[in-house]
């Protein structure tokens, strides 16, 4: 007869007991722990080396493709990647010195060859975001001045002026903007990290006085159609003061319009030789109505171009 004790009535039983939810747990955590390896692991090779980004940027330099030069990191606007596009001639031969690091910051010392020539530059990096990007060293600043206008173009992008342009670096041709009105160029080797300055003298086209005259033809004849005395801006002006006390109406007829002429340095013109018929309505100076007729057998207007972006304005005195 057998006799099992009362307080452990399965012996066996306790020794494999062991809940399926530790393991579980155990399973969890080492999985947690590889992908949290897995994570550094990626953040360490993304982030890379100061050297490696330094050398990053000269290959997309090399390469010309704006895509690869925005991949670096590097802050710098869509006009300046647009006009890397249509650079003359970029970078070769580019290759790394030495890099210095301190902390989040870093100096690579490069060389490189262009626009015929060799030359060396510092290039700074910082730690942004995890990885280590070139800073606005990494590009050239170039102040453009033009003797006409406000804007120059490279290839098919139109840059403003007014502020210094920060290009990357290569060579490029900057020419006079508008390109259907004005003419000029100049030839500019843009070295990161260097501030250049440049001036375009500019020309006009043959066909930007026909251009003007178009501008100037809608321009009075908006003008004509005003059944008031014209305000500033139309090149109208009639000795009415004279005669009469008040104008009520006016009615206005072009016979000829004038013809224009630009100055050489395309920022005025003149225009004369037209023919402009002006008839007033209103209270006389001795009182009761009045109505006279004024014709200008030489009428001439006067007044200032501009030049911005892709676009030619006239502009009346």
Not at 38 to 45: D, G, L
Not at 122 to 128: C, E, I, M, Q, T
Not at 245 to 250: F, H, I, K, L, Q
Not at 293 to 313: C, H, L, P, Q
Request: aromatic share 6%; hydrophobic share 45%; glycine share 8%.
């Amino acid at each position: 007869m057998t006799v099992r004790s009362a307080t452990n009535p399965h012996p066996r039983a306790r020794r494999g007991s062991t809940r399926p939810w530790a393991w579980l747990v155990v399973a969890m955590i080492a999985v947690l722990l590889v992908v949290a390896v897995i994570v550094i692991w990626q953040a360490q090779s993304r982030a890379g080396s100061a050297d490696e980004a330094a050398r990053a940027y000269l290959r997309a330099l090399e390469s010309g493709d704006a895509a690869a030069v925005r991949d670096t990191g590097i802050d710098l606007s869509d006009e300046a990647l647009q006009a890397f596009d249509d650079a003359d001639s970029v970078v070769s031969e580019a290759t790394v010195i030495s890099v210095d690091e301190k902390g989040s910051n870093a100096t690579a010392h490069v060389s490189f060859t262009l626009g015929g020539a060799e030359h060396d530059a510092d290039l700074a990096l910082v730690r942004s975001d995890g990885r280590w990007v070139p800073d606005g060293s990494g590009l050239a600043e170039v102040t453009v001045s033009t003797t006409a206008g406000t804007a120059v173009s490279i290839g098919d992008t139109v840059l403003d002026v007014s502020t210094a342009l920060a290009l990357v670096p290569a060579v490029y041709t900057v020419a006079a903007a508008p390109a259907a009105y004005l003419t000029g160029s100049v030839h500019v080797v843009a070295l990161p990290g260097a501030a250049d300055e440049v001036e375009v003298e500019t020309s006009l086209r043959p066909e930007t006085t026909a251009a003007a005259q178009q501008r100037l033809d809608a321009l009075l004849e908006a003008c004509a159609k005003e059944t008031a005395l014209p305000a500033d801006g139309c090149g109208i002006r009639i000795p009415w003061g004279t005669e009469f006390r008040t104008v009520d109406d006016a009615a206005f007829r072009i016979d000829t319009m004038p013809t224009v002429a630009l100055a050489d340095d395309g920022t005025s013109f003149t225009a004369s030789g037209g023919k402009l018929v002006a008839t007033l309505t209103g209270t006389a100076r001795g009182g009761g109505s009045r109505t006279t007729t004024y014709r200008s057998e030489n009428w001439a207007v006067r007044g200032d171009v501009t030049f911005a972006g892709n676009e030619m304005t006239l502009t009346v005195w």
